[in-house]
């Protein structure tokens, strides 16, 4: 029986061994990219040119970092990206927080509200969920030269605001649906009318989805380049269409380090956002998950 047991030990022990093994070599190579960009950043361009992306630096320097910030030529205007980081900023928080709540509303009406085709409209929302970026570019290429808002920050955060809504009211929705309706009857019972239990009761039990509808919006709009590209223009781009112009402007010498810099300005706040707040990600799409 001891040895038995011992034999059976050693297999679970190997087997640990092997998946934890397994599991640092894919992490090794996933996290690659991302050393390469921190490693060639902090290098001088002498350095690049005479040795490895992949070794440590032998002197750290930031003046890569800083060329990247405020100096970098982005077409005919070298001002590096801190412009369009601040543009990317104002389009980002307006938009994340206009369709999470919209979609917050969207979820609410059609769980505790119902009315008749209320299915019907949710799956034509969820259907907007599908539709590619590329179908959707000339008709909204028409509805902002409509309204005046084509080339500026504010129509590309309405653009970000329309395509996120779909996501959010699926977000939502889902998430509401596990609420006990009695908890809005008794509140009507009470007196409170649509934005008071909307309010009173619905957002604090929605904290945990609210998490995740940020976090997906905010990844999703800061990342986007596509509609970034299309809809704006000049001083009113996006980061990651400055981050573009950038690697593709080149002056002499191929500057990588600068390239890499803005790289990882550019990718930042991402990677703030899910080191951050990543654990309640998890926890809000397991929080509907589980409930009722």
């Not at 808002?149 to 590309?156: A, C, P, R, V």
Request: aromatic share 14%; hydrophobic share 55%; proline share 4%.
């Amino acid at each position: 029986m001891a040895i038995e047991h011992g034999s059976a030990a050693r297999t679970r022990m190997i087997g640990r061994l092997f998946i934890y093994g397994s599991l640092m070599v894919l992490a090794a190579v996933y996290l690659m990219p991302l050393w390469v960009m921190v490693t060639t950043s902090l290098k001088s361009l002498d350095e690049i040119y005479g040795g490895s992306f992949i070794g440590l630096p032998q002197a750290v320097t930031f003046e890569a970092w800083a060329k990247a910030w405020s100096q970098a030529c982005i077409g005919t205007s070298c001002t590096g990206l801190k412009p369009y980081f601040i543009n990317s900023l104002m389009m980002v928080i307006p938009a994340v927080l206009l369709s999470t709540g919209i979609g917050a509303l969207n979820g609410y009406v059609l769980t505790k509200w119902r009315f008749r085709g209320s299915n019907l409209v949710f799956g034509l929302i969820l259907f907007g969920c599908f539709l590619p970026f590329q179908a959707v570019l000339l008709p909204m290429a028409q509805v902002l030269g409509r309204l005046g808002l084509s080339g500026s920050i504010s129509g590309l955060v309405l653009v970000h605001t329309v395509y996120g809504i779909c996501f959010t009211t699926l977000f939502f929705r889902n998430y509401f649906v596990t609420i006990p309706d009695e908890l809005t009857k008794a509140a009507q019972i009470d007196g409170a009318g649509f934005f008071r239990i909307f309010f009173s009761i619905m957002v604090p039990a929605a904290l945990p989805i609210m998490v995740v509808s940020c976090i997906w919006q905010f990844t999703q709009i800061w990342n986007d380049f596509l509609f970034g590209v299309s809809f704006t223009a000049g001083d009113s781009s996006p980061v990651t269409v400055a981050l573009n112009n950038i690697v593709n402007v080149t002056m002499g010498r191929k500057q990588y380090n600068v390239d890499m810099a803005a790289a990882m300005i550019a990718a930042l706040p991402t990677l703030v956002v899910y080191v951050v707040a990543g654990r309640y990600f998890v926890r809000g799409l397991t929080a509907g998950a589980v409930k009722g």
